[in-house]
């Protein structure tokens, strides 16, 4: 599946979580993921002003998404390199980066419907199984790796799209930025604030400056 379209099923499925009530805690991975079949994608549809949709993204992501594991995952070895106001200003930058990455193509998928296949455990995360049904294609093959959180509850650590992890895809782009500019985590910085600033460019990957 092309990178692009990769994106925009993930934009998909995450807005039909933006969809759903919530509740304090999920009983099971199953039920965590299951009830994204539920809902539908209403609420994030073309309908839906930008900044509202961003607005609800980013409430996504930070409540049910492992965030501070994905991106100390996504800039790998260089973490180490940065200083503490480095990571600071890479937090910051990486959350405000995926949010806009994803949330301009949240209104693209109304009518897709998840549907949870299967799960099993693999250390100590669960794998839940599922597929996106599209209307406009085949279903699209997606497995959510879940830990269990302190409230009870699940984070999301991962999605595997067609076999295709979003955290390494990301690292891989991040590491590409920042060897391709002398090996200096700064140039990651720059570069993701220049994303941000430029209104238009808001689909991975980043290029290198």
Same mark, same amino acid.
């Given at each position: 599946?092309?990178?692009?379209?990769?994106?925009?099923?993930?934009?998909? !499925?995450?807005?039909?979580?933006?969809?759903?009530?919530?509740?304090?805690?999920?009983?099971? #991975?199953?039920?965590?993921?299951?009830?994204?079949?539920?809902?539908?994608?209403?609420?994030?549809? #073309?309908?839906?002003? #930008?900044?509202?949709?961003?607005?609800?993204?980013?409430?996504?992501?930070?409540?049910?998404?492992?965030?501070?594991?994905?991106?100390?995952?996504?800039? &790998?070895?260089?973490?180490?390199?940065?200083?503490?106001?480095?990571?600071?200003?890479?937090?910051?930058?990486?959350?405000?980066?995926?949010?806009?990455?994803?949330?301009?193509?949240?209104?693209?998928?109304?009518?897709?419907?998840?549907?949870?296949?299967?799960?099993?455990?693999?250390?100590?995360?669960? !794998?839940?199984?599922?597929? !996106?049904?599209?209307?406009?294609?085949?279903?699209?093959?997606?497995?959510?790796?879940?830990?269990?959180?302190?409230?009870? &509850?699940?984070?999301?650590?991962?999605?595997?799209?067609?076999?295709?992890?979003?955290?390494?895809?990301?690292?891989?782009?991040?590491?590409? !930025?920042?060897?391709?500019?002398?090996?200096?985590?700064?140039?990651?910085?720059?570069?993701?604030?220049?994303?941000?600033?430029?209104?238009?460019?808001?689909?991975?990957?980043?290029?290198?400056?």
């Amino acid at each position: 599946m092309p990178r692009r379209a990769l994106l925009l099923v993930v934009a998909a !499925v995450f807005s039909l979580l933006t969809a759903l009530p919530r509740s304090d805690a999920a009983p099971d #991975p199953t039920a965590f993921i299951n009830q994204l079949g539920h809902a539908g994608i209403d609420s994030m549809g #073309p309908n839906v002003a #930008p900044q509202q949709r961003i607005a609800r993204f980013r409430q996504l992501f930070q409540a049910d998404f492992d965030v501070n594991e994905i991106a100390r995952f996504a800039v &790998g070895r260089y973490w180490q390199a940065m200083s503490p106001e480095q990571r600071d200003q890479f937090m910051r930058l990486f959350t405000d980066y995926t949010v806009k990455a994803y949330a301009d193509k949240l209104g693209k998928y109304d009518g897709a419907q998840l549907r949870v296949t299967g799960t099993e455990p693999n250390g100590d995360e669960t !794998v839940v199984h599922s597929q !996106v049904i599209r209307t406009d294609g085949p279903p699209v093959e997606m497995d959510w790796h879940l830990i269990p959180d302190n409230s009870g &509850g699940y984070k999301i650590t991962d999605v595997y799209v067609d076999r295709v992890s979003m955290k390494a895809t990301q690292r891989d782009e991040f590491a590409r !930025v920042i060897q391709n500019n002398g090996g200096q985590p700064s140039a990651l910085l720059a570069v993701l604030r220049q994303q941000l600033q430029n209104q238009g460019t808001t689909t991975p990957p980043i290029p290198a400056r």
